[in-house]
T-cell receptor
Framework: AQSVTQLGSHVSVSEGALVLLRCNYS??????LFWYVQYPNQGLQLLLK??????LVKGINGFEAEFKKSETSFHLTKPSAHMSDAAEYFC????????????????FGKGTKLSVIP | DADVTQTPRNRITKTGKRIMLECSQT?????MYWYRQDPGLGLRLIYY???????NKGEISDGYSVSRQAQAKFSLSLESAIPNQTALYFC???????????FGPGTRLTVT
C-alpha cells in the first residue's frame, strides 16, 4: 500500500521568497516520487521525478526536490517565487517493485495551492 | 498537436443520462488511465488499462465503465449519471508503470 500526505492545502509566499511545499509518503517498497503542477483550467504537467538515482532532483522552472528516506519526505523547493508559480501542486508516489494489486498505480496527494503575493 | 486529447471539454447533463467521455493519444503508449479530480481530494484513479485486452478497476470504479477500443483510444462511460459524479475528469498515458504520466486537458462534467 502507498499513500501521500501534503501538508498545507494553501500556501502563500511573497514574490522573491522561498517556496517550500511539503510531501511525505508511505510505501512498503522503494518508491518513485513525482511532483506535478496544475495551472488554472489546465491538465497536470510534470515538474520533476525521483526514480532512485540522485536524491536531489532538479526540475523545470527552477524547482527542485530532495528525497529523504529517513524522513519519508520529498519536499519541493524554489529559491525565489515568481508570480507565474501560482498554481496547484501535487505530489505523487508509485511503487514499481510492488507486484500486488494496485501495482504501478500512481497515488496522488490532495494538492497544495500556491499563491504568490506581489 | 497535443499528445493526449479529451472530448468533450465541458459537458452538462441530467441525472440518469448515459454519457461517454473520450480520450485519444498520439504517443503510442500502452498504458492509459482515467482519473477524477474533486476540490480538496486530489486525483483519484477510476480505471486503468495496460493494453487493449487488459482493463483494471481503480480506487473509485463504482458507477463507471470503460472501453479500450484501440491502443490509442480509451473511453469512460457513466451509465446513469448522478450529481456526485460532477467533477473534472482527466485521461493520462504512460510508457510503463514507473514512468511519468502525461495528462490530457480534462473534461469538466456537471450532472444536474
Amino acid at each position: 500500500a502507498q499513500s501521500v500526505t501534503q501538508l498545507g492545502s494553501h500556501v502563500s509566499v511573497s514574490e522573491g521568497a522561498l517556496v517550500l511545499l511539503r510531501c511525505n509518503y508511505s510505501s512498503s517498497v522503494p518508491p518513485y516520487l513525482f511532483w506535478y503542477v496544475q495551472y488554472p483550467n489546465q491538465g497536470l504537467q510534470l515538474l520533476l521525478k525521483y526514480t532512485s538515482a540522485a536524491t536531489l532532483v532538479k526540475g523545470i522552472n527552477g524547482f527542485e526536490a530532495e528525497f529523504k528516506k529517513s524522513e519519508t519526505s520529498f519536499h519541493l523547493t524554489k529559491p525565489s517565487a515568481h508570480m507565474s508559480d501560482a498554481a496547484e501542486y501535487f505530489c505523487a508516489v508509485t511503487s514499481p517493485a510492488y507486484s500486488g494489486a494496485g501495482s504501478y498505480q500512481l497515488t496522488f496527494g490532495k494538492g497544495t495551492k500556491l499563491s504568490v503575493i506581489p | 498537436d497535443a499528445d493526449v486529447t479529451q472530448t468533450p471539454r465541458n459537458r452538462i447533463t441530467k441525472t440518469g443520462k448515459r454519457i461517454m467521455l473520450e480520450c485519444s493519444q498520439t504517443k503510442g503508449h500502452d498504458r492509459m488511465y482515467w482519473y477524477r479530480q474533486d476540490p480538496g481530494l486530489g486525483l483519484r484513479l477510476i480505471y486503468y488499462s495496460f493494453d487493449v485486452k487488459d482493463i483494471n478497476k481503480g480506487e473509485i470504479s463504482d458507477g463507471y465503465s470503460v472501453s479500450r477500443q484501440a491502443q490509442a483510444k480509451f473511453s469512460l462511460s457513466l451509465e446513469s449519471a448522478i450529481p456526485n459524479q460532477t467533477a473534472l475528469y482527466f485521461c493520462a498515458i504512460s510508457q510503463s508503470g514507473a514512468d511519468e504520466q502525461y495528462f490530457g486537458p480534462g473534461t469538466r462534467l456537471t450532472v444536474t
